[in-house]
């Protein structure tokens, strides 16, 4: 018979836990809510790409009336202007 009666001393359960510092906590996810130009929903969906000639461009395309709209930073563009720009080289 095995005497392992000995009291096994519990151990300190000392977690070293990494906390994160909370200023990793604050979201950078800044989101913009765009709304349609068209109807002003703000059902849109909006993505942003660059244009082949470099351009930053935001679409946004509307749920509710179906507007699609380009704006870039300098205001929005129309399809004309799109297709002007992704033209040219
Ligand atoms: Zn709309």
């Given amino acids: ?6 009291p096994r001393a519990p151990r300190r ?3 070293a836990r990494t906390a994160p510092p909370l200023g990793s906590l ?7 809510t765009a ?4 109807c ?7 993505l942003s790409m660059n244009l082949t000639d470099g351009t930053p461009v935001q679409f946004v395309s509307c749920h509710v009336c179906e ?8 205001g929005p563009l129309t399809v004309d202007g799109i297709l002007e720009r992704t033209r040219k080289h």
């Fill in 35 to 38: 709304a349609c130009s068209h």
């Fill in 13 to 15: 359960s000392r977690a």
């Fill in 67 to 74: 507007e699609r709209s380009w704006l870039s930073a300098t």
């Fill in 26 to 32: 604050t979201q950078a996810a800044h989101r913009e």
């Fill in 1 to 6: 018979m095995p005497a392992a009666n000995a």
């Fill in 40 to 46: 002003g929903s703000e059902r849109v969906t909006q």
